[in-house]
């Protein structure tokens, strides 16, 4: 089915299954394979996304949903050369290890920043506790985005 | 006189250097197995056994070819080399040869044109099972003698006895390592009846010397490469999809990927082995521990795996970083129709640490001592004999050291918030302080670094010195845990150049690096790196007349005398090396020998907040003091152990994978549950760097300890704040309420 929607600043036009959700669509589709699949229950939010403003699990919502929809992905956020302040954090402060969390986790504070740019201890706590990573601990995580807020 | 180039070096050993893959992980472009991708590439898909035990009646997959878009549907009759398995035994087979021995093992594998065809036609398969009793309990398999190993320790005295007399059972759950990445592969015929294959796995080399045999192709027709790992913690340290994706690869001509769903990556890699221990300690009235009893079971689950040596680790390691004259130990790992366990993180260590420290504790109470000052009394240290092995220990071991720094530590502040996301039951707004108890709660561990047991431990490393700067050829496997970067770091500071790139070598290129696994690879694959580097600067300077190397060239009293230019005017300069660590030796009769290449200790203390009548914890603080020989890169060291203790914090409070009759009934994220940024709890560390004999400037692995004494100082703080036995992890709500 035709799906039309704004994807990381851009117009789309795409082709989507009818039972696709938005990872597969994303990953599969238009290659951009920087949402991860790792659950696909909306539980570890690797594949978080930002679709019309709210921080959602890509692998929970249909494609066919997603028509009219203004989409940012972690490749929407910054590049090589020019990074997202919360991806040059994670870089920094030792928030990365096998990474494999780490978009879904740049997807989801970069939305928590944009609303609150000063967030508490708690506050970063609770904005990231759908965000599963196996390999930090958080601590590197948290140190660098309490690093990002000025704490 | 050579210049020490030494730390002076900007990049080299000592500092938090940035991850080289930081950049392309945090944008989305870093490619993991799951991201790879090749023209005219099939997806493949498993049938899998629905039940733990089960015949084949009929498996025909006619129906299933028929459909459009399907390419293939092999079976075990399609396997044209070795029908089975095993790094350690061949014991399974490739795919289910008659019978499925476990939920979940693989029956047969389809290659079509999308993911969803794929899994069509797994589905149209026809197949008929008939569900045979399945062997689930570690006590009946031992009793059928169903032993993939049994390991005994006579050591001293069997009739010496104390006068204080603690006796406890304890049992360890299935724990997942539940990496964000599950396995997958991606497969390319070569075109001249090879493959080249990218698979999740920690030891590339010795998956492709399982994989060649099966294909029935020759060693150099089948070429492993590396490629990016979302997390392993030992559930890549066997093979799941590896020879499957080659063998469908081959048989349709065109590149496979298989990527597993997390229902299937739960019984699609080994777990952490499940037990059951009884202790026995004597002491003295004085404290001094006299001797030590165990059995201990391991639930090896329905294939052999790398059981043998985890349980060489339970039992070399039974009665943790204590003098004992008089050690006795059983111990067996078993054949189970239980998921198959192998390695995870602590490696048969976590399980005994969990029984020998409960143990420690329940002795100090008996004797009315302070548990520290008990554990103190008895520290095992330098020059001691190990009391299990008689192996002198001598590395340094500084298990007073550990203990002492750890008690150092602040304790957090009471809890003084209502704030529901510091109280037990987080944000479900269960509980409210004044039903909450703090309990606090120490342990210590002792872990071996490297493969022990007369293993042939080797790494391979190439360095190569060129006008552009140094590559370093190594196929040992980054994982997630920072090798790359201390990698760099080793081969910045012993050479004196600042650039160095760690390049990714598949099996065809260079010789194995051993596993990425036992907190070995800075040891070992840096062990490699360090004397190549060395041996190149050696080269040069030799080549030069030189008395230091920058990256500007040599240099000799002060003036720079050959540019890199004119240093490798003729080419390159490289040397390539197999490190070994110190020779170890199999265990005799009794289990007495040097079994072990070296030893690390860690302590921990846990503070937790409880609400007994609920049955919920907060986990506030674990702290942790743990020798590290040195610290490569502190950031990166921090990171392993902060991220270590909370997997033993995940084992102390909620992670099982729960089964009946050998099924898992929680495949899943929703109902396995693993620690949230809200569950961490606070880790302050202090770290101790005494240098490892053999170790990369004397650093020594430190990736398993974190892991290991967390989980029992957790369970003590528990029964610190509730009075109860707790013996057996993870705690449930029910085992605090009793309900």
């Known amino acids: 089915m035709d799906i039309r929607f704004r994807l990381n600043g851009e117009d789309r036009a795409v082709d989507a299954g009818a039972s696709q959700s938005l990872l597969s669509l994303l990953r599969d589709g238009l290659g951009l394979p920087g949402s991860k699949n790792a659950c696909e229950q909306g539980e570890c939010g690797s594949c978080t996304v930002v679709m019309d403003g709210r921080a959602v699990c890509s692998c929970l919502v249909l494609a066919a949903d997603t028509d009219g929809a203004d989409i940012t992905t972690v490749e929407g956020l910054g590049d090589e050369d020019t990074l997202h302040a919360v991806q040059a954090a994670l870089v920094d402060g030792g928030g990365v290890q096998c990474g494999f969390c780490t978009p879904g986790f740049v997807v989801a504070a970069a939305h928590l920043f944009e609303s609150n740019p000063t967030p508490s201890t708690d506050e970063i706590r609770e904005a990231l506790s759908g965000n599963i990573c196996r390999c930090t601990g958080y601590g590197g995580i948290l140190r660098s985005l309490e690093g990002l807020a000025g704490r | 006189m050579t210049t020490t180039t030494g730390t002076r070096i900007r990049g080299g050993i000592g500092e938090s250097v940035k991850r080289p893959d930081g950049i392309p992980k945090v944008i989305g472009n870093f490619a993991y197995a799951s991201d790879l991708a090749a023209d005219g590439m099939l997806w493949g898909a498993t049938l899998r056994s629905p039940y733990a ?223 059951r221990m009884w202790y026995r300690h004597e002491a003295d009235a004085d404290g001094t521990l006299v001797k030590v009893e165990a059995k201990i079971i391991l639930d090896g689950g329905a294939y052999m795996d790398t059981t043998p040596a985890v349980v060489g680790n339970a039992v070399y390691f039974t009665t943790g970083p204590y003098r004992v004259d008089s050690v006795q130990v059983d111990g067996y790992g078993v054949r189970t129709n239980n ?100 309990g606090v709660g120490y342990a210590v561990s002792l872990k071996n670094i490297a493969f022990s047991e007369a293993f042939d431990d080797f790494a391979e490393a190439r360095v190569v010195l060129s006008p552009s700067g140094v590559e370093v050829h190594t196929a040992a496997v980054e994982v997630g845990q920072g090798m790359v970067t201390v990698l760099q770091q080793i081969a910045r500071t012993a050479l004196g150049v600042e650039q160095v790139a760690i390049v990714p070598t598949d099996t065809s290129e260079i010789g194995s690096a051993g596993s990425t696994s036992a907190s070995r690879q800075t040891q070992m694959a840096g062990g490699a790196v360090l004397e190549a580097a060395r041996a190149v600067r050696d080269l040069a300077l030799e080549q030069a007349g030189g008395d230091d190397l920058t990256s500007d060239g040599v240099w000799r009293a002060g003036e720079l005398v050959m540019t890199l230019d004119e240093l490798c005017a003729d080419g390159p ?98 109902d396995y549950l693993l620690p949230t940024f809200l569950d961490a709890p606070e880790v302050e560390m202090a770290l101790i760097e005494e240098p490892s004999p053999w170790g990369p400037f004397g650093a020594k692995g430190m990736g398993e300890p974190p892991t290991i004494s967390s989980t029992p100082a957790v369970v003590a703080a528990i029964r610190n704040a509730t009075g109860l036995e707790l013996n057996r992890v993870p705690i449930r709500p029910q085992d605090i309420t009793g309900t």
């Open chain 2, 339 to 438: 998921p198959p366990t192998g390695a995870m993180r602590g490696f048969g260590v976590v399980q005994v640490c969990f029984a020998h420290e409960s143990q420690m504790d329940r002795l100090a109470e008996a004797l009315g001592m302070d548990p520290l000052e008990l554990r103190k009394h008895n520290a095992l240290t330098t020059g001691d004999p190990l009391p299990t092995t008689g192996q002198i220990i001598e590395t340094p071991l500084p298990t007073v050291g550990v203990i002492e720094q750890l008690a150092a530590i602040p304790l957090p502040p009471p809890l003084d918030s209502d704030d529901p996301r510091r109280l037990p039951g987080g944000t479900g707004l269960t509980t409210t302080p004044d039903y909450v108890t703090r």
């Open chain 2, 53 to 275: 035990r089960a015949r084949v009646v009929r498996l025909d997959p006619a129906a299933a070819l028929a459909i459009p878009g399907v390419q293939a549907i092999l079976t075990q009759d399609d396997v044209p080399g070795r029908k089975t398995f095993g790094q350690i035994t061949a014991d399974q087979p490739v795919l289910v040869d008659g019978e499925a021995r476990f939920w979940g093992e693989p029956a047969a594998v389809v290659a079509a044109d999308d993911p969803e065809t794929a899994r069509l036609a797994v589905a149209a398969i026809d197949v008929e099972w008939e569900e045979l009793e399945p062997l689930v309990d570690m006590e009946e398999a031992l009793g059928r003698d169903e032993v993939f190993r049994y390991a005994p320790v006579r050591r001293g005295d069997p009739d010496a006895t104390g006068t204080v007399v603690v006796e406890g059972y304890y049992e360890v759950g299935m724990q997942d390592q539940a990496p964000l990445g599950t396995e997958a592969g991606l497969a390319i015929p070569d075109g001249e009846g090879g493959v080249d294959l990218w698979v999740t796995s920690q030891w590339t080399h010795e998956d492709h010397d399982q994989i060649w045999r099966s294909l029935d192709l020759a060693p150099d027709q089948v070429r492993q490469h590396p490629t990016g790992i979302g997390g392993a913690f030992g559930a890549r340290e066997d093979m799941s999809l590896h020879i499957h994706v080659c063998l469908l690869a081959l048989r349709t001509g065109r590149p496979v990927k298989m990527v597993y769903n997390r229902e299937e990556s739960f019984p699609g890699h080994v777990h952490r082995h499940p037990a």
């Open chain 2, 573 to 670: 300069i490289s040397h390539h090396t197999r490190f070994r660590h110190p020779p170890t030796e199999e265990p005799d009769e009794n289990g007495q020998g040097d079994l072990h290449a070296d030893f690390a200790v860690a302590a921990h203390r846990a503070v937790v907040d409880v609400d007994a009548e609920l049955g919920l914890v907060r986990v506030v603080q674990v702290d942790t003091a743990q020798d590290v020989g040195l610290v490569l890169n502190p950031q990166s060291v921090r990171g392993q152990i902060e991220g270590g203790i909370l997997q033993g914090v995940g084992l102390a409070v909620m992670e099982e994978l729960v089964l009946d009759r050998g099924i898992i009934l929680n495949a899943s994220f929703t």
